[in-house]
């Protein structure tokens, strides 16, 4: 059975302070078509990308699909980026315009009827059937930002100023939602899938 101590042991052995940092000139690089300013831009970002559209989709092979055309869409853009030092935020925005567009196509496609579009959490790593179905109905308690936060900071490895700073939110607000969505996940799993109640 999947407890609180099993998500804070494995989110523990992924968490691994990032130290996000980029430099502007990258994306004059990657504007000029510097592939290696890519690549570079990739590996220092694409594990707290992940985890952001992870947080939006609920769905690997979408949030894989998002990431992809995040990085295409940069590489297009990459002679409109502004240096107001904050890269990642414009990183952000362009990820969440694209899922936006993504749930608005969605939605022209679902039938009258039809279940919602993300009802399911596809993960890309191997699980126990129930404990899969026991992680999916937490974090469906989750709030879209909760759920940003707290896989942001578990995932990605990030700090929670470095997530305020990201998702435009005060420091205290990104606190108080991770502490509250925490405490909504502990309350559902040691109540056994009850829904959280304030």
């Not at 925490?182 to 056994?192: H, P």
């Amino acid at each position: 059975m999947l407890t609180l101590a099993t998500l804070v042991d494995e989110s523990a052995i992924l968490k691994k302070r990032l130290n996000i940092k980029i430099n502007d000139n990258l994306f004059e690089q990657i504007a000029q078509g510097n592939m290696d300013a890519l690549e570079t831009l990739y590996s220092s970002t694409e594990r707290a990308l992940y985890a952001y559209l992870l947080s939006l989709t609920r769905d690997h092979n979408l949030a894989v699909d998002l990431l992809q055309e995040t990085y295409i869409k940069v590489m297009g853009a990459a002679h409109l980026y502004q240096p107001q030092g904050k890269p990642m935020a414009w990183i952000f925005s362009i990820a969440k315009n694209l899922f936006l567009d993504e749930l608005r196509k969605r939605s022209r496609e679902v039938v009258v009827g039809e279940t919602e579009v993300f009802d399911k959490i596809n993960l890309s790593y191997e699980m126990h059937p129930e404990n899969r179905l026991v992680l999916e109905a937490a974090l469906s308690e989750l709030s879209e930002t909760e759920r940003s936060i707290i896989l942001l900071f578990s995932v990605s490895g990030m700090k929670h100023r470095e997530i305020a700073g990201l998702l435009n939110l005060n420091l205290s607000t990104v606190l108080s939602k991770y502490h509250r969505g925490l405490k909504k996940l502990r309350t559902f799993l040691e109540e056994g899938g009850k829904t959280y109640e304030q």
